[in-house]
């Protein structure tokens, strides 16, 4: 009996952490899913409209997103465009630590985004230590910079 309901426990568990994931758009996650090995999947994290590049029509997206390969996986910033009602991908870099998510845009148009890395105690499953990293974009370039410089 106890097994039993650890096992619900469990699969409940794993039931809500899968429904946590943000719904996006088929075409955007199809659009990262062609930069990768067939053996690795796309999971977006979180996306937000941001208005980043005045030469373009509409808003652009900042987009938090996840390659995940058969024992690894790597944290993806990417800014994407629609265009003519088709998602162009305008700058990715790579996102260090566990990603949480986005802060609120910055007035300079500065991305900010947060994440768990590990601390000098922590198990490497679980970083706990809290980082912010600041990525700007501009002229096609998505760049990270250090935190106070402009």
Not at 88 to 113: C, D, H, I, K, Y
Request: charged share 20%; aromatic share 6%; proline share 7%.
């Amino acid at each position: 009996m106890i097994r039993k309901i650890l096992s619900v426990i469990v699969m409940s568990g794993m039931c809500m952490h899968i429904g946590k994931a943000e719904t996006t758009d088929p075409e955007l996650t199809a659009l990262f899913k062609q930069q990768l090995d067939s053996r690795e999947e796309v999971q977006i994290q979180q996306s937000m409209p941001v208005e980043l590049d005045a030469g373009k029509p509409g808003l652009e997206q900042a987009v938090l997103w996840t390659i995940i390969g058969p024992t690894y996986w790597r944290n993806q910033l990417s800014i994407v465009s629609k265009q003519q009602n088709q998602w162009q991908n305008l700058a990715t870099v790579p996102v260090t630590g566990m990603v949480e998510g986005f802060r609120p845009v910055q007035t300079t148009g500065m991305l900010s985004v947060e994440t768990k890395v590990q601390g000098p105690s922590d198990p490497l499953c679980c970083p706990t230590q809290t980082e912010v990293l600041y990525f700007r974009y501009r002229a096609g370039q998505l760049q990270e910079i250090a935190p106070g410089s402009e």
